[in-house]
């Protein structure tokens, strides 16, 4: 049996999402569609003597306790099935943190798939997603990838045919992280639910039918059809997201939105050139950027 194991974890971006309600558990209903991208962590994981769980990761401000998903997503393993003992898991961190690309969500999910590989553990997609759940809204879908519908709290799944050759410019402000519970208790705060106007325009139906749509003209129809509610708390307190959002939109792409609770804005390029020429408008000393691709796997060998 094999005593390590090295996966990909993609980073995922938001190209909708619609709060539908407050629950009373402090989450909100969404309706979301995700989609993997090919910017990736590298998560490896060794099965060690001691009955341990070490994180280490390449990243400073990468904490490296219990606190980290990662050392969440072992230990809930670890309480299920006690015979796996002790591992260290060793993170290289790509993905930028407080960014709304669910990075730290991709390792956790590693985690959970890279144990039931590594310990021969035999369980389903839907049994590894039920764990993620128990982990984080957002972290069945980093099991599952690809492009998909979630609703409920995120954890929900239904697939959407897949998105192949998105081509995405992901640029994230280098000194803005979000937290994302402080964007949904604020979007609550001010009680912005009441005045929302997605609904009535049914935006989230248009934007699956264009996914189903496929062919040449999907990514033109996806374009104008991106939609965040978060946008409507994250843009007004970071108007440095606000004016990055805009650079996007006057360059030649077609659409641009903040992902998940921010600070990661992206736009959509018809081809890689223009998705080149736009990354180098808007890079600078404040702003990261990378040119990638949708992809149809969360989790990848590497
Ligand atoms: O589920 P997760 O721990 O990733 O969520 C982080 C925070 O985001 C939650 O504590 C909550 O404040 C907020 N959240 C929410 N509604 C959701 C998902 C997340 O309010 N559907």
Not at 89 to 118: C, F, H, T, W, Y
Request: proline share 4%; glycine share 8%.
């Amino acid at each position: 049996m094999n005593s390590r194991i090295s996966l990909k974890s993609a980073a995922k971006i938001n190209l909708y999402l619609e709060i539908t309600g407050n629950r009373a558990d402090g989450y909100h209903n969404l309706v979301m569609i995700l989609q993997s991208i090919d910017l990736c962590d590298r998560v490896d994981i060794r099965k060690i003597g001691k009955d341990e769980i070490h994180i280490l990761c390449n990243h400073p401000d990468v904490p490296c306790d219990r606190s980290n998903l990662a050392y969440k997503a072992a230990a809930l393993m670890q309480s299920i099935y006690p015979d796996i003992g002790g591992l260290e898991i060793e993170i290289d961190k790509q993905i930028p943190m407080g960014a709304g690309l669910a990075g730290g969500s991709g390792n956790a999910a590693a985690v959970l798939v890279g144990i039931d590989r590594l310990w021969d553990l035999g369980l389903t997609q839907s049994q590894l997603c039920d764990l993620a759940a128990q982990l984080g809204s957002d972290i069945p879908f980093c099991i599952s990838g690809g492009t998909a519908l979630a609703t409920g709290r995120g954890e929900i799944l239904s697939p959407l045919p897949d998105l192949k050759d998105l081509v995405l410019v992901i640029c994230k402000p280098r000194q803005i992280a979000i937290a994302t519970a402080w964007a949904y208790q604020t979007f609550r705060s001010q009680n912005l639910l009441a005045t929302s106007e997605v609904q009535q325009h049914n935006l989230s139906s248009q934007m699956v039918a264009a996914i189903a749509s496929g062919g040449d003209s999907a990514p033109h129809r996806i374009g104008r059809l991106l939609y965040n509610d978060l946008e409507r708390v994250v843009l007004p307190a970071h108007p440095a997201i606000a004016h990055l959002k805009q650079q996007l939109l006057e360059q030649e792409c077609l659409g641009a939105m903040m992902s998940g609770s921010g600070s990661t804005v992206f736009a959509i390029a018809p081809d890689l050139d223009r998705a080149n020429s736009i990354a180098a408008a808007v890079r600078s000393d404040e702003v990261d950027v990378w040119v990638v691709k949708s992809v149809i796997s969360a989790i990848t060998d590497v």
